[in-house]
Structure formats: structure tokens, C-alpha cells
């Protein structure tokens, strides 16, 4: 059983003459730990794939498994549950809540959950210091470079511990350093923390650490690639592969 | 300015939402200013009628040197007179009743004459308050028929339905009864009271009367004497021009309900402001990264102004048009509400609403003005950063707590009030009141932070856990400024509400004591016209005798009277002209205590009623008191009838039936003497325990039989019945409120409705990592909360505050008060402001929870 099963997958918006089919049978099986990349051309229907593997919103055909589960068949309120306890989202901007400190924000799934509000900040703060924001509790969004916002939404992506973290182009409103050091991160998460991670990119450099790519374009996975080591000969690679669809 | 106007344009069409809800927050501010204003004339002219009518004044009385009947013509003229309020002319004749006609009767005492009076029933009824017993009054359109008394119809055996003849120079005129009003009571001929053009017709004198009565529409001394003789210079010597003598007391009454009034209408301008300036606030606010964009591409910062003032232009515009006509409409049906209640309860009619071209003028100028500066104002500012700055996304940026100007100002102004709120001088300290007031709104950006951090932690650990009461609070904390200008919508409201209640519970629990302990007898025998006892007919103490001699009744006490004037000269002096006219009231020393009681201010019940039977010492009201500045020890000089007489003022003392007017309370023995007065003007009995309440009240009733004048009732009753006249008559106040309320609540949801459009994506984010709909609905609802909270708590510390100077500076304008704390009131604004927040986050929450997150999430910021 994979962390994360999508079958047969469509989602089509609109009706009649205007409908836009952004998914075509999408069909995708994560692993427990591994690190997979989204790639394709705007409008190719990768965010659309990551909400629906976030249970955001319903597809128009198909089924999304999380460890086991179908969401199809569950209510808005139990959706929500499962997305506080077995996923964790990254998104590209406006990732934070500016009102609260880092801390308070790495900690909302667990109080959103009901958990007490010290237990939480105590399991945030675990996670701050993980993502290498161990002093950083204190401020509050508008106080932390781009880069740091970003690792404190990965701690609050993995503050409930849950299976499956998904990333909407969590690199895209980051300078080129910053965007690497995400990557790293998300990389450790998979490798050394064992969650699995689903991560839509269009920059070949950042997909380039994933351990496998899927190429989607007209809301089709148009080929797959997997790699077995992760530097910039395969950023090229994966470069040149991109170029080639 | 072409390309400004395009774009202005493309704007408001483009962002139909948005435009909506601005438009509506102008439609909102307008409504409330102008409907508020076009009712407070009505509501101010009711007040003064009632009072005024009350009192049965008319401002001048206009009559022909020769004393004949004059063009009615003349009363056209007057009422252009400006400053007039209303002017009614009346046409009377006597009219012989021709015993053929009238027979006497075993029971009856027909009346030899009656007068036909001619009355304008609208202006009429706006000059004096015509009570009906039975039927209705008279209208324009009536002809052949008539109202009349209810002593004229026992005397002439008539009923409501029932026709009568009268001779009048145009022959015999049938006319049928449609009203029947309270049987008369003081001395002259008994009324007919027909419309004045039948009068007319019947007199053969048309279109003429024989008196004008006119009442003017200010109070103000000054401005009276300058109408009084503006109108004997615009009528000439042919007329004599009456003018009463200013009762201090009835102009103490209507100041002081002038100034609530117009504070109603002042308030309603403020709350209108702070409407539209706060949603303008937001809209540039939003509007920041486009500005940025637009000038990154090259358009000039004059321009980028000009789009935004001639968007604040059109919907100014709009929003006043419509604001005027939903705030008539308003006016107009809150009016025809309230005059059911006012005619039901107090036979009063309520104009419509009062639109002068200066209360549009200002309406407009407002509502456009306001929408232009609070559109200019933040889109300067939003000018003056560099476009990259503008383009830069916001991530929400939390405003700086720095205390500004405004918390400074608001700083002094606090220390101006606590040292002025308790000086000794009325100016100072209503000033004080005022100044706290305004301190408060000052302060308001400053204690967002705290106070709802206060509320914050309640509201954690009560219904919104998870978290979702700290992410409320910390979402109005982001923008104290706009929560602390919502919020104040509410403060002024309930401010208003709390300080208009301590006044009330102060009167209601003063009056309440002394009803109560003026009443406190099992029966009352009650004269027509209780507490103006001049016009009362007494009855001799034989009635008295025999009610004591009723085997049922234990005691009896009874009330004399006499008018007389008080000096307050320490020894007899020659000159008296200017002393203060007074009743003079005999009570019986030693029964009067058990069935009545006078509330002392000074004094006491155990020495000053013994004082009384011992030599010539009197009790004064409150009023006496305040009049004469007379003081338990003073002597004062009464001018009787019989001459000067000195007397020695042993206490203050107040009861219900006479506190509003300058009294003192003799002796009987002493009336007797001094006024050669025996008359009994007033009567109470108590039973013996356990004795036949029935049987007690059919010997009563027998006896009363030769006492007409008298009415038997029950102390219960009477003081129900007041009680009720006494709740009505503040109807009109409620609903003032109830037009103050909304306002606040409009502010709260339109506060809300930006808040969530504002944080759509913010709001898809938590959705996305797990908040459930509730949870989201919850977080709306403990910002709403929080919002009406702080308004509550401000508002109720303000209201307070002004509560208390009003009442302790009642006395300055006629009334000594006791303050009483309003916990009813407190209560009511507390459960009001719950409410509200409930209310006002209903659909802004709702829309929130509903929202799709995958479009949240995509929602241009
Ligand atoms: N709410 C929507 N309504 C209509 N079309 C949509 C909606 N959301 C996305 N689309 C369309 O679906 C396609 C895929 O969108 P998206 O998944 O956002 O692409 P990507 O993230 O790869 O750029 C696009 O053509 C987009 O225009
Ligand atoms: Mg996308």
C-alpha cells in the first residue's frame, strides 16, 4: 500500500464549449519516503493535481488514497481531519499567517486539532529547530527572509507528523540559494524523516533532488524519470528531458 | 483626466462586489444621518407639545383691541412668521341652552350656556392635549359633529353617537357627538368643541376667529423676546398680543430635552463619518499594489488621485441618492410606527419626517465629502511610497503599536475629564463627560491590543479553542485603527444608551420611591386635576367626617390648599413684588405620616411633622427649596390672602403628586387661619384589617354622590396606571435607540465582510491545512465578538461616565436627582452587543466558510 495512490484522475472545469479538461486519467503511487517531482509547462495541471492529492478540492473523475483511504467518499469535515494529521502543505506565497509568530504558526494543525496549545508550541518548536530555525519561535513573518518562511511552513507541513507533504512550487518566490537550500530540506524530509513528499516545480535544478520525476502536460503524465543520484549532472538532465517534450 | 476617468469607470465596473459594498457603506452613513435628523423634528416637536400642553401654555395668545372676531387671515400671515412653530385660531360664542330644550332633570344640573368653540382640529391638537374618554376627535372634514365633555354629556343625558340641537344665529344645529373628553373641571362655560369653518358658517362669520394661539419653536429667552416683538410690530396696534410668564420649569424641562435630542442627531453624524471613512480606509488600502503597478507603468501620481477621487465622486453620489431616499423612507415609517404608539398613549400625533433643503444640503455634503476625504486621505499616502515598494506583496503587514498623536490628545483629555467630571460647576463638568467620551475614542487604536487580548483569552477558553480565538485576536490587533473605528460605532451607541439609561433609572427609581410613599393609603379620592389644585373643587371636611364614620374605615387623610406667594426676605418687608408663587398645602400632622410620606432632603419625619402642629412652621419641596434658596431654619414670609404671615422652615421634603411644583405643606389649622381654607382637595382612607373592601367602596361611592368632583380608586391601580403613562411616555426614546443600534451593527458587518474578503487567501491557507468550515465560521464569529466587546466595554465606560454627570447636574435645570446605578441598562448593552457581534458575523462568516479553497488559494490579493 503507497502513502499516496491517485487513479484514473480527471478533472475537468467549466461545461459544454468553454470546459478545460486540466487533468486527463492521472494515475500515480508515492511511497513511504520518497521524494517525487511534478514537472511541466504552465497550465499543464500541476497545481491542479496537488489539490486534488490534498483533498481541496473533489475531482471530476477517479479516486486519491491516503495510506488507504479514499477521499472520495468522506465528508468536508473528516477531509479536514486528514489533512491535519497526514498532510502537510508548502505553498509558493502567502504561506503564512502575518499575525502570529513562527512558532504559533508551525503549531496551527496541531491547535487547529484541539491539542493544547503548550503541547503544540512544544512540538513546533521540535520542528523549528530541525528545519534549522531553532531561535527563530519569536518573530513573526514580516521579521524572517523569504527562505526562513519557508522552513517554517516545511516545520508546520511536519509538526502533526503526518505521511505525505505536498509543495506548490514552494521555490518559486525564492532566490537561487534559498530555492537549493529548500530543496535539501525537502529532501531530508523524505530521506532521513520518511515522509513522503510530492513536490510540483518548474525549475529543473530543485527537481533534480526528487528520486523520481513525473512530466505532465495537458493534464497528462507524459513520462517518468528516476534518478539515482542527485547533483548538477542530473539537473541538466533533467534540463535537457524538459526541453525535449 | 481622460485616461483618470476610464479607469475610474473600468474600475467600478470591473470590481462589482467591492463597489456594492463601498457604495453601501456611503448608503449607510447617509441613511443613518438623515433619517436620524428628518425624525428628530417630529420626535422634538412631539416632546414639546407633550410638555408644553402639559403645562397648558401657549407661547402668545392674539386677540382684537376691540375684542371682536378677526380675519383668520391673520393667522396665514403669522405662520410665515419665521421661528413660529404653529399658529391655531379658535372661534367662540356662548350659546344660551333654552330650558324647552333642556328640561331639568332629577339628578342633572343643566347648564343655563355653553360655548361653541371652532377649532382647527390639526393645529389645535398641536397647541393642547385634547384626551378622549370615548370616540375620536374632531377633523377637518367633519361636519355636524361635535366633541364634547363628559360632565356636558351626564348633564345633557348624551352619549357617544348620540345628536343634540343648539341655537345659533343661523338657526337650530343638529349635532351628533363623536368624541367625548374628561369632564371639565375648572370654572367657565362647558365646550362644544365643532370644526372652525361650521363655526364660522354657523356664526355668519366665515373664515374669522376670535383668538390666535401661537407657540414658537425655540426656547431660547432672547430669541423669544425678539419673535414676541417682531409679531407686534407685523400686527400693529389693532391687536393685543398675550405672553404668559415663563415658567421656569417647563423651559427647564424642554432644554433639557433639547439637548438629548440634538445629541441624538450629532451622534448620528459622527456614526454616519465613521462608517464611510472606514471602509474607504480599506479599499485604498487594497488597492496599494495596483497603484504601484500603474505608476511602475508610467501614470502620474495626479492621475492615479484623480481615479480614486472621481470613484469616491460617483459613489458618494450614489450612495447619498440612495441614502436619502431609504433614510426619508425610513423616517417616514419609523414615524407612522411611533405616532400609533404617541396617539394611543398619549393622544398626541406625530408629524412626518422634517426634510429642510439645509438638512439635504448638510446630508450631501456629508455623505460626498466624506466619501471624497476618506477616499483622498489614504490614497495620498499610498502615493507617497515608490512604486516598487507598492509592488512589493504585503505578507499582511501588522500596523505599528506606537502610540501616535491621537493617543497623546487622547491622553490629556483623560486627565482633563477625571479632574473635570466632579467640579462643582454644571459647564465644567458636563464638559468633563464629554471629554472622556471623546478620550475614549481617541484611545480606542491604543486599547485594541489589550482589551482584546483580555477578551481573547476568555474567548480561548471558552468557544473558540483551537487556537481560533487567538487567530481573531491577533487578525484585529493587525488593524487597530479600523477596529478601534468599528468598534467606536458601537461605543457611541451604547454610550448613549447607558447615560440615557442612568438618567431614566435615576428618575424612574426617584419617582418610583416617592409614587409609593405618597400612596401608600388603600384609597384614593382623586380631583379631576391632580396637583393643579386651584382648579379643583374641593369638598367640605363633612365628606371626610363621614367616610371616617364608615364602620369599614380605620383612617383618613386629606389634603387643603391654597395659593399664595413665598418670600424668602428674613423679616417682613414692604416691597414684595417678584416673590415666588407657591401652593400651600394643609395636611393633617398626625394622619397625614400614615398614609403618605414625604421623602426628605433635609429634615426629618420626626421632628417636622410634630413642628408643623406646633406654631407656624412649614415643609418646602425640593423645588420650593431650590427656588427660594430657603433652608431648614430660615424664616420665610408667606403672602396670604389675609396678609403677610412668617413661617419657619423646618425640612425639605418631596412628594410625588407635587414635585414638580413650588410647594410648602402647612397644618390644616394653620390654612385655616392664615388662608381661610377647609376645602379637602384630596383624600385617602385605609380599612380596618380584614374589613369588606367591597362594602367600604359602595358606602364610598354613596357618599360621593354629592361629591362628583371625586373619583374612588384603588392606591394599586393608580400608581399601575401612572406607572404606564410614566413607561410610555419614554416609548419614543426607545426607539431612538433602536435607529442607534443599527448603525453599529451595519459598521460591524461591513468591518467583517472586509475583513474576509480582504484575508481570502489567508482563509484558503487555514482551510488547507485543516481548519474545518466551522472552525473558520467560529474564528469570524470571535472576531465579531471581540469587536463588539471592545465597542461594549468603551461604550459602557463612557456611558457611564456621562450618566452620572447628567444626573448629578439635573438639579441646575429644575430637578434634584439621586443617582441610581443602571444595572438594567448595563445588562441590555451588554446583551445587545452579544448579540450584535452574533448577528453581524452571520453572513461575512458565512461566506468565509463557504468559500472553495482551491479559489481561495488562487484569489488575487
Ligand atoms: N477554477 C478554475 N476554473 C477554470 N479553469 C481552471 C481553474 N483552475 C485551473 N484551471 C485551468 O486548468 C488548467 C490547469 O491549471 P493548473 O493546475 O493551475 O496549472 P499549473 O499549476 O500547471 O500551471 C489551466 O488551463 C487552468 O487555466
Ligand atoms: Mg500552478
Known amino acids: ?245 | 483626466m481622460k485616461t483618470a476617468m476610464h479607469l475610474a469607470l473600468r474600475y467600478l465596473a470591473g470590481r462589482k462586489l467591492r463597489t456594492a459594498l463601498t457604495t453601501l457603506a456611503v448608503v449607510f452613513g447617509v441613511f443613518v444621518f438623515f433619517g436620524m435628523n428628518a425624525v428628530l423634528p417630529s420626535v422634538m416637536a412631539t416632546f414639546q407639545h407633550n410638555v408644553q400642553s402639559a403645562w397648558g401654555q401657549v407661547d402668545a395668545t392674539i386677540t382684537h383691541q376691540s375684542g371682536e372676531a378677526f380675519p383668520a387671515s391673520v393667522g396665514a400671515k403669522l405662520s410665515a412668521f419665521p421661528g413660529v412653530r404653529v399658529v391655531s385660531g379658535f372661534l367662540s360664542r356662548p350659546v344660551n341652552l333654552p330650558p324647552s330644550l333642556y328640561p331639568a332633570a332629577k339628578g342633572r344640573r343643566i347648564p343655563s350656556a355653553v360655548s361653541l368653540v371652532g377649532i382647527a382640529p390639526k393645529e389645535a391638537a398641536q397647541i393642547r392635549t385634547y384626551t378622549l374618554e370615548e370616540g375620536r376627535f374632531l377633523t377637518d372634514a367633519d361636519a355636524g359633529h361635535a366633541v364634547i365633555t363628559a360632565s356636558l354629556a351626564h348633564a345633557l343625558g348624551l352619549a357617544l353617537g348620540s345628536s343634540f340641537a343648539l341655537p345659533t344665529p343661523s338657526g337650530m344645529a343638529r349635532l351628533a357627538v363623536v368624541g367625548i373628553r374628561p369632564a371639565r373641571s375648572s370654572p367657565g362655560n362647558e365646550e362644544v368643541l365643532i370644526p372652525l369653518r361650521e363655526a364660522g358658517r354657523l356664526f355668519g362669520s366665515p373664515d374669522r376667529v376670535s383668538a390666535l394661539e401661537v407657540n414658537f419653536d425655540t426656547f431660547d429667552a432672547t430669541r423669544r423676546e425678539s419673535l414676541h416683538a417682531g409679531l407686534r410690530a407685523g400686527l400693529g396696534d389693532e391687536y393685543k398680543i398675550g405672553s404668559p410668564a415663563t415658567g421656569t420649569e417647563l423651559f427647564a424641562t424642554l432644554k433639557l430635552g433639547m439637548y438629548a435630542i440634538n445629541l441624538f442627531g450629532l451622534v448620528a453624524m459622527a456614526m454616519g463619518a465613521f462608517i464611510i471613512l472606514n471602509t474607504y480606509r480599506t479599499v485604498v488600502a487594497e488597492r496599494r499594489r495596483d497603484l504601484g503597478m500603474l505608476r511602475a507603468l508610467g501614470a502620474d501620481g495626479r492621475t492615479l488621485l484623480a481615479v480614486l477621487l472621481i470613484e469616491g465622486f460617483l459613489q458618494g453620489l450614489a450612495g447619498t441618492l440612495v441614502g436619502l431616499a431609504v433614510g426619508w423612507g425610513f423616517a417616514a415609517a419609523l414615524l407612522a410606527g411611533l405616532s400609533g404608539i404617541m396617539e394611543s398613549f398619549m393622544h398626541v400625533r406625530t408629524g412626518g419626517p422634517v426634510v429642510s433643503p439645509l438638512l439635504v444640503g448638510i446630508t450631501a455634503v456629508l455623505g460626498i465629502g466624506m466619501t471624497l476625504l476618506a477616499a483622498g486621505i489614504p490614497a495620498r499616502q499610498a502615493l507617497r511610497i515608490s512604486p516598487l515598494e507598492a509592488l512589493r506583496p504585503v505578507e499582511g503587514k501588522t500596523a505599528a503599536s506606537r502610540p501616535g498623536k491621537g493617543f497623546w490628545a487622547g491622553v490629556l483629555l483623560l486627565l482633563f475629564a477625571s479632574a473635570a467630571v466632579w467640579n462643582p460647576s454644571a459647564a465644567v463638568s458636563l464638559c468633563g463627560g464629554a471629554a472622556f467620551l471623546l478620550a475614549l475614542l481617541l484611545l480606542a487604536p491604543t486599547l485594541v491590543r489589550p482589551i482584546t487580548a483580555l477578551f481573547g483569552g476568555l474567548l480561548s477558553r471558552t468557544i473558540a479553542r483551537d487556537g481560533v480565538g487567538r487567530l481573531a485576536q491577533g487578525q484585529l490587533a493587525r488593524q487597530p485603527s479600523r477596529s478601534a473605528v468599528t468598534a467606536s460605532t458601537t461605543l457611541l451607541a451604547l454610550a448613549l444608551l447607558v447615560a440615557t439609561g442612568s438618567v431614566m433609572t435615576s428618575i424612574t427609581e426617584h419617582f418610583l420611591g416617592m409614587l409609593k410613599a405618597t400612596l401608600a393609603s388603600d384609597y384614593l379620592l382623586i380631583p379631576p386635576t391632580v396637583s393643579v389644585w386651584a382648579s379643583d373643587v374641593g369638598a367640605k371636611p363633612e365628606l371626610a367626617e363621614k367616610i371616617r364614620a364608615l364602620p369599614e374605615v380605620s383612617l383618613v387623610s386629606t389634603l387643603r390648599f391654597a395659593s399664595a406667594s413665598l418670600s424668602s426676605r428674613p423679616s417682613m418687608g414692604k416691597e414684595l413684588s417678584g416673590d415666588t408663587p407657591v401652593s400651600v398645602l394643609g395636611i393633617d400632622p398626625a394622619s397625614f405620616p400614615k398614609v403618605s410620606a414625604l421623602r426628605f432632603e433635609s429634615g426629618n419625619a420626626r421632628l417636622a411633622y410634630p413642628a408643623l402642629a406646633s406654631g407656624r412652621n412649614l415643609i418646602l419641596n425640593g423645588s420650593a427649596a431650590s427656588t427660594t434658596k430657603l433652608h431648614p431654619g430660615d424664616r420665610a414670609v408667606l403672602v396670604t390672602a389675609r396678609g403677610l404671615r412668617e413661617y419657619r422652615v423646618v425640612a425639605i421634603g418631596n412628594d410625588y403628586l407635587n414635585a414638580k411644583l413650588v410647594t410648602a405643606y402647612v397644618s390644616q389649622e394653620n390654612l385655616r387661619e392664615d388662608f381661610g381654607k377647609i376645602e379637602d382637595v384630596f383624600l385617602q382612607f385605609n380599612l380596618k384589617p380584614g374589613a369588606d373592601a367591597a362594602r367600604a367602596e359602595m358606602g364610598v361611592r354613596t357618599l360621593l354622590e354629592d361629591y362628583p368632583q371625586f373619583r374612588l380608586t384603588r392606591s394599586q391601580k393608580y400608581l399601575a396606571d401612572n406607572l404606564a403613562t410614566f413607561y410610555s411616555a419614554f416609548g419614543a426614546l426607545y426607539l431612538l435607540f433602536i435607529i442607534l443600534a443599527v448603525p453599529s451593527l451595519l459598521a460591524l458587518v461591513n468591518t467583517l465582510a472586509i475583513g474576509v474578503f480582504e484575508r481570502t487567501r489567508e482563509l484558503g491557507m487555514l482551510r488547507a491545512i485543516g481548519a474545518t468550515r466551522g472552525q473558520v465560521r467560529l474564528l469570524v464569529l470571535a472576531e465579531a465578538m471581540l469587536l463588539s466587546s471592545l465597542g461594549a466595554l468603551l461604550g459602557l465606560a463612557a456611558g457611564g461616565v456621562v450618566g452620572r454627570v447628567l444626573v448629578s447636574n439635573a438639579e441646575h435645570l429644575g430637578f434634584t436627582l439621586e443617582y441610581s446605578f443602571p444595572y438594567v441598562w448595563m445588562l441590555a448593552s451588554i446583551a445587545i452587543a452579544v448579540a450584535f457581534g452574533a448577528l453581524a458575523a452571520y453572513f461575512p462568516g458565512r461566506r468565509a466558510a463557504r468559500m472553495q479553497i482551491v479559489e481561495a488559494l488562487r484569489h488575487e490579493g
Not at chain 1, 472545469?13 to 503511487?29: C, F, H, P, Q
Not at chain 1, 497550465?43 to 492529492?53: I, N, P, R, Y
Open chain 1, 1 to 245: 500500500m503507497g502513502i499516496l495512490q491517485i487513479d484514473e484522475l480527471s478533472k475537468r472545469y467549466g461545461e459544454g464549449e468553454t470546459a478545460v479538461v486540466a487533468l486527463d486519467r492521472v494515475s500515480v503511487k508515492i511511497e513511504r519516503g520518497e521524494f517525487v517531482a511534478v514537472m511541466g509547462p504552465s497550465g499543464c495541471g500541476k497545481s491542479t493535481l496537488l489539490h486534488l492529492a490534498g483533498g481541496l478540492d473533489r475531482p471530476t473523475s477517479g479516486r486519491v488514497l491516503i495510506e488507504g483511504t479514499d477521499l472520495s467518499g468522506l465528508s468536508d469535515g473528516k477531509v479536514a481531519a486528514i489533512r491535519r494529521r497526514k498532510i502537510g502543505f508548502v505553498f509558493q506565497f502567502f504561506n503564512l499567517i502575518p499575525i502570529l509568530g513562527a512558532e504559533e504558526n508551525a503549531a496551527l494543525p496541531l491547535t487547529l486539532d484541539g491539542v493544547s496549545p503548550a503541547a503544540a508550541r512544544e512540538k513546533a518548536r521540535h520542528w523549528l529547530a530541525k528545519v534549522g530555525l531553532a531561535n527563530r519561535g519569536g518573530n513573526r513573518p514580516d521579521q524572517l527572509s523569504g527562505g526562513q518562511q519557508q522552513r517554517v511552513a516545511v516545520a508546520r507541513a511536519l509538526v502533526a507528523e503526518p505521511a505525505l507533504v505536498l509543495a506548490d512550487e514552494p521555490t518559486g518566490n525564492l532566490d537561487s540559494r534559498a530555492s537549493e537550500e529548500l530543496a535539501a530540506l525537502l529532501r531530508q524530509v523524505a530521506a532521513e524523516w520518511g515522509r513522503s513528499v510530492l513536490m510540483v516545480t518548474h525549475d529543473a535544478r530543485i527537481a533534480a533532488y526528487a528520486d523520481r520525476i513525473l512530466f505532465l502536460k495537458d493534464g497528462r503524465v507524459v513520462d517518468e524519470t528516476r534518478l539515482s543520484a542527485h547533483g548538477n549532472d542530473e539537473g541538466r538532465l533533467v534540463r535537457e528531458r524538459m526541453e525535449k517534450l
